[in-house]
């Protein structure tokens, strides 16, 4: 069994079992830190303070959005 993902509209397919439980352990698993993305589910943002306590289920939608700075 699988499951999948839509992140910033590319879908990513995980086997049973390694898709990450939460939006913190998918932005680590990205190597994205938390400090530096604004994320939204399913067209609702989510706060920062809630990435740990926000779980991932088959056939959610982000967008993850990274401020970098610079000019």
């Keep these: 069994m699988t499951a999948r993902l839509i992140i910033n509209g590319i879908e990513k397919v995980y086997e049973s079992g390694a898709m990450p439980a939460t939006l913190a352990e998918l932005l ?10 604004v994320a939204e589910i ?6 920062r303070d809630r ?3 926000t779980c991932l ?15």
């Design 57 to 71: 289920t088959d056939g959610m939608t982000l967008e993850l959005v990274r401020f970098v700075p610079g000019g």
């Design 42 to 47: 399913d067209g609702d943002i989510v706060p």
């Design 51 to 53: 990435f740990d306590a």
């Design 28 to 37: 680590a698993a990205m190597n994205v830190d938390q400090a530096t993305v």
